[in-house]
């Protein structure tokens, strides 16, 4: 890092991970990094930022100060810029493994989501080749709740972190972090490759049942906790009698995948699952049907867990009705 006014050497005795922009300078909205004018890449934004005024020990609502907002002017530098056009590329590759078990992103917030964790591992020293979806899909599970305010923009937005200052950035990429932080980092990397190598293999549903949604006895993954998960769901929005007790059940891995796409265990989820059962997903107005009353079947009263998912719906009948307009 040539031409800076400040200490940039780690082991010096007037080094400060955090320096005072000189004029005209801007950070790094990734790494932090304090930039001259010719190292800034792209436009520069704009972030608002409130205030964070409440101490611990804050006195009740009334007569509280109210948060000011105030703003920061950020750039990106080159490191930082690369890395978000390699997201955008993996984005593109692997449309649908940028997801966790409970989120899946789409977009541009697919690539804000994937370049953190991308820094991550630049962070660590890890460049790992991702070889295939699952491995991406892991990837994202693992690193991605380890790398949620790395960011030097993540400690001014949307609140501001005590110490975030406008015209401040790093004398050095990432200078802002700390080591626990790293730790975290690596301890997530480790935990992905051990999964990465863990064969995939039938499990059976937890308590021997099925999915409470589709039925299913068991799921392939590498991890009975990949196949399986706790969820508690009211009986009475997924065929069940109107006014039944909520239940914890647990739901299979493509049950929650949907989930993580429509947001509440209902209709509309049940539907969208029983029409890709039923194989009639791809029709266009498929997305508008509302095949009435399809139970989940938990609330069937079913023991035996089903072979193939929504067995005990007729299928085939609901694949006829929608093929004949029934519905529509
Ligand atoms: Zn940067
Ligand atoms: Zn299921």
Request: glycine share 8%.
């Amino acid at each position: 890092m040539p031409n800076r006014p400040f200490e940039t050497d780690p082991n010096a005795r007037d080094y400060q991970p955090i320096v005072t922009l000189p004029p005209e300078w801007l950070p790094c909205d990734g790494c932090g990094l304090a930039l001259p004018i010719p190292e800034q890449v792209g436009p520069p934004r704009e972030l608002t930022s409130y205030e964070r005024v409440l101490p611990p020990d804050a006195p009740p609502l009334v007569g509280r100060p109210r948060p000011r907002p105030f703003f920061t002017t950020m750039s990106r530098c080159t490191d930082c810029s690369a890395r978000s056009e390699q997201a955008a590329a993996l984005v593109k590759q692997y449309p649908r493994a940028i997801a966790t078990s409970e989120f899946s992103f789409h977009g541009s917030h697919a690539v804000e989501q994937l370049e953190r964790v991308l820094a991550g591992l630049a962070i660590i020293e890890q460049a790992p080749t991702i070889k295939n979806a699952r491995a991406m899909h892991l990837l994202m599970e693992t690193m991605l709740p380890a790398t949620s305010a790395i960011l030097w923009s993540s400690r001014f937005a949307p609140v501001a972190l005590r110490d975030a200052k406008s015209k401040t950035g790093t004398a050095r990429p990432w200078a802002h972090l700390r080591a626990d932080d790293a730790t975290r980092m690596r301890q997530a990397y480790a935990t992905w490759l051990r999964r990465r190598t863990e064969v995939p293999r039938p499990h059976p549903h937890p308590d021997g049942s099925g999915c409470y949604i589709c039925g299913i006895g068991e799921y392939v993954a590498e991890t009975t906790g990949a196949a399986w998960q706790p969820v508690r769901l009211n009986p009475g929005v997924l065929g069940g009698q109107w006014g039944a007790p909520v239940v914890e059940a647990h739901v299979c891995a493509d049950c929650r995948a949907v989930h993580a796409d429509i947001g509440a265990w209902g209709p509309t989820l049940l539907d969208k699952l029983v029409l890709q059962a039923a194989g009639v997903q791809p029709l266009a107005d498929a997305h508008d049907l509302q095949p009435n009353g399809v139970q989940a079947w938990g609330t069937t009263g079913r023991k035996r867990p089903n072979p193939t998912p929504f067995e005990h719906v007729n299928l085939a009948q609901l694949a006829d009705d929608v093929r004949s307009g029934a519905f529509l």
